[in-house]
């Protein structure tokens, strides 16, 4: 299974013993009592520890934090018994199927022994939906176990713990309960939400969980050759200016437009500098770009909102927790903002992109011959702003012409000699003898 520990979460205290104890059995599908009986797999004890601790709002932080984590350990161990089934399918779910299946099987034959043809075609219709259904869960099936597998990039960070719970049970199929829809002929799970009620999760709802929790790999390898240009420009010298800024600026823009996983780029480092916009957002020294309210948000203001305006501040935004941040984090996210999450975002990944330019730049202004240079035109400089009171003048390419009084020279040489500085006879016009 692909590690998941850094990229979908950073537990602030030790694990429990109980929730060791689960690590400690990920992997077995099947379990026997002393007299062989097979009994389910542990898996199914999570996930019923799960369903009854999960989100009982209004607890303390670290029973909440408690709870996430037993989800979080359940939904990766799910995984080890998806992969050691060998099949997308178990038994369970397989003989719940046929039983759905025999159903249909004796309207058929109702329909032969009635000689009713439209209804025959119209079961065997039926029949060939269903089984294309089965095939598309299959598929995806497929694809969310190689997601999480020893070659996948494993899933986002930004995994809502609801879309864990799905997966997670998706995987096990512990006493899995189907239907089939009506309308569509397509296979549906019958799923216990966090909040204990029943949940219907359609093919379509799997595919979407996977299409917009996959992490951000194609921006982050662009980023990546774009850092290296960047960093490259930054060694040779090159200037980080408001246009350069602007042209970053409009790239990003032009990279998030569009993508189906954008929750991902606020919860993952797609920028490689071992941070996360959700990590940053607290340091933006202007969160309150668009007039975000706590009301709006649904934060107690009571304490934070120190000079009453209702709005979060700068000052304000260093109190805020990470629940608060999620909150602001999921306005950003809904459709009409979504404007609003791109400017933030193609701000952010420009700012981390500077970085790199930076360190090359910090490269080239190390450099020796870059630091030689510097001295010689820093003294050339001091030379032509003191000069000395002797000798003709010398007309150069950048500066207004510098008068001598006094002896003459007779060649650059004897002047640069004089002088005691490098030769600057690249930079000279005319020398008067």
Not at 41 to 69: C, N, P, T, W
Not at 160 to 183: D, G, R, T, Y
Not at 257 to 263: D, E, R, W
């Amino acid at each position: 299974m692909a590690d998941q520990t850094a990229k979908s979460r950073t537990l602030d205290y030790s694990l429990s013993k109980d929730v060791l104890d689960r690590v400690k059995t990920a992997g077995r599908a099947e379990h026997f009592d002393s007299e062989g009986e097979y009994y389910g797999s542990q898996l199914g004890e999570q996930i019923e520890a799960v369903g009854g601790r999960m989100f009982e709002y209004g607890k303390v932080k670290e029973e909440k934090q408690k709870q996430k984590d037993m989800l979080d350990v359940a939904w990766e161990n799910s995984y080890d018994v998806l992969g050691n089934r060998g099949s997308w399918a178990s038994p369970a779910l397989y003989d719940e199927f046929q039983g759905l299946e025999e159903g249909y099987k004796n309207q058929y034959l109702a329909a032969v022994d009635s000689n009713d043809i439209k209804q025959q075609n119209k079961l065997l219709r039926d029949q060939e939906a269903r089984s294309s259904s089965l095939l598309g869960w299959k598929d995806a099936m497929t694809r969310n176990s190689e997601v999480m597998g020893a070659e996948g990039t494993g899933y986002s960070s930004a995994l809502s713990e609801e879309n864990k719970n799905i997966l997670m049970q998706l995987n096990a199929q512990e006493e899995p309960q189907v239907q089939i829809n009506p309308s569509t002929n397509e296979l549906e799970f019958v799923i216990q939400g966090l909040d204990g009620s029943e949940q219907i999760v359609t093919l379509g709802k799997l595919e979407k969980i996977m299409e917009e929790n996959m992490p951000p790999t194609k921006i982050g390898a662009d980023l990546t050759l774009s850092n290296k240009t960047l960093e490259k420009y930054g060694e040779e010298g090159g200037k980080w200016d408001n246009e350069v800024n602007g042209k970053i600026m409009a790239e990003n823009k032009k990279r998030l437009k569009g993508i189906k996983n954008i929750a991902t780029m606020f919860y993952d480092d797609f920028t490689d500098t071992n941070t996360t916009f959700a990590e940053d957002i607290k340091n933006h020294p202007d969160l309150n770009y668009y007039n975000l309210s706590y009301d709006t948000l649904g934060i107690d203001a009571s304490v934070l909102d120190k000079d009453g305006d209702g709005k979060i501040s700068g000052r304000e935004q260093n109190a805020l927790t990470g629940d608060d941040i999620n909150r602001i984090i999921e306005h950003m996210l809904l459709p009409e903002n979504r404007g609003i999450a791109e400017e933030y975002l193609a701000e952010y990944m420009t700012l981390k992109q500077k970085t790199y330019y930076n360190r090359g730049h910090s490269s080239y202004n190390n450099n020796p011959n870059v630091k030689k240079k510097r001295r010689q035109q820093k003294n050339k400089q001091w030379k032509i702003n003191n000069p000395d009171k002797i000798g003709k003048y010398w007309k150069y390419k950048d500066n207004p012409t510098v008068y001598y009084e006094g002896g003459a020279f007779k060649t650059e040489d004897e002047y640069f000699k004089h002088r005691g500085v490098e030769d600057f006879s690249d930079e000279i016009i005319e020398f008067n003898r």
